[in-house]
């Protein structure tokens, strides 16, 4: 029996979450996962995500055309796939036109500069910053171009002071190559 100005609908008990005891969550409130950048079909690495200009400056048209717009750049040194995009499509490493760092060593690890990683390596040994200064302002200013010179189309500025720090010595006498 009602009393009073309620409603006359019955309330229905509230079902409860059998291991935490808790009402569910609305789904309104829960964020869907988001799909998950695809793997590398070669080594199954994520990639780097590449725009078309840098498909169409480090690959031949036939091969920029087998890949969408939406395509990865394998960073794995040891990988044979050079880019690949979620369809499933691949290019191998050969077919880029310039040789890419980490993929082939001797590649210049700056490539708008054309400087190797051999001579940063012997920068860091030395102590000398100022080439590689140099190539981190160079990498923020309008003139580089990355875009069309980068495998991955990005700055090479991280992989540049990754390579140097791996191989610093912060006791080195700059220009001398000798330690104090």
């Known amino acids: ?53 840098t498909l169409d400056a480090n690959l031949a048209p036939a091969e920029s055309r087998v890949l969408s717009d939406a395509s990865w750049y394998c960073p794995n040194p040891r990988c044979s ?4 995009d979620a369809s499933g499509q691949s290019v191998p490493t050969a077919a880029l036109r310039h040789k890419a760092f980490p993929k082939d060593p001797a590649a210049p690890i700056c490539p708008c500069k054309g400087v190797a990683a051999a001579e940063i390596e012997v920068d860091a040994e030395a102590g000398e910053r100022t080439r590689i200064r140099a190539l981190l302002a160079y990498g923020q200013s309008p003139e580089a171009a990355c875009p069309h010179r980068s495998p991955t189309g990005q700055p090479c500025a991280a992989e540049l002071q990754k390579h140097f720090l791996k191989h610093f010595k912060p006791g080195a006498n700059p220009g001398t190559g000798a330690r104090r």
């Open 81 to 84: 796939v050079g880019y690949f």
């Open 1 to 53: 029996m009602w009393h009073g100005k309620t409603s006359r609908r019955a309330v229905r008990p509230q079902r409860l979450c059998p291991w935490h005891r808790t009402p569910p969550m609305n789904k309104a409130f829960v964020r869907e996962p988001d799909e998950p950048d695809p793997r590398c079909p070669g080594c199954g690495s994520h990639g780097e995500s590449v725009i078309r200009a």
